[in-house]
């Protein structure tokens, strides 16, 4: 498998590089980023093609698969040429900027038989064989996460070109991971969350102030 990546400044990237240089039969054969340093720094180390622009890469090395990665902004045309392009692809959640987008890729996507999907990875790590293991046959009444999941300034950073909330972007992968092992098979799950401007503690409940 011909494979490349898209919008490979993202955080994630060594999540889905390491374990597809160590998978027999793929071959990573490019690279992109809209920075040229990145682009650079992973061509030289994989000896592969790199481009700034996602496009001209595909067309180029014409990958069987993509990792779509980058900036949330970014994911809906990203994901938008992979489909018109024929290319099957996973791209990183939360896909876009908000629902309205993602279901608009979602149903492009469907409608042209492309393959498209977001890596829940959680459902498929020791996390999971963890809890069902100590589980086993009895049944779920309560259930809670929590998870850190790196300082918001990198969401700040980013501005209005990325979904600010870490519940927006990373909620999806744990309520597949619930949703999995309560039913002990993949199943759909809708989510609504709402935002609140109080920040409370979490040992008193003693309300802060605004957010």
Not at 24 to 31: A, D, L, S
Not at 60 to 80: K, N, Q, T, W, Y
Not at 158 to 170: K, L, T
Request: hydrophobic share 45%; proline share 6%.
């Amino acid at each position: 498998m011909r494979l490349a990546f898209i919008g490979a400044s993202h955080w994630h990237l060594p999540l889905y590089l390491e374990p597809a240089l160590e998978l027999p039969g793929v071959e990573v054969v490019g690279i992109s980023d809209p920075d040229e340093a990145i682009v650079a720094g992973l061509k030289e180390r994989l000896g592969c093609a790199g481009s700034i622009d996602f496009r001209n890469l595909c067309d180029e090395v014409r990958p069987d698969f993509v990792i779509a990665l980058g900036r949330h902004c970014d994911m809906p045309d990203e994901a938008s040429y992979l489909i018109d392009a024929r290319i099957p692809f996973a791209i990183e959640k939360p896909c876009g900027l908000n629902s309205a987008e993602v279901a608009i890729l979602a149903a492009r996507a469907a409608e042209a038989g492309v393959f498209a999907a977001v890596a829940l990875v959680i459902r498929d790590g020791p996390f999971i064989d963890t809890l069902q293991a100590r589980l086993g046959d009895d049944e779920i009444a309560y259930m809670s996460f929590r998870f850190i999941a790196g300082p918001v300034s990198r969401y700040r950073a980013a501005g209005a070109r990325s979904i600010s909330a870490c519940i927006s972007s990373i909620s999806s992968a744990f309520s597949s991971a619930q949703m999995f092992v309560s039913f002990r098979q993949p199943c759909r799950a809708r989510c609504r969350a709402r935002r609140s401007r109080t920040i409370r503690s979490s040992r008193s409940g003693k309300a802060l102030g605004p957010a």
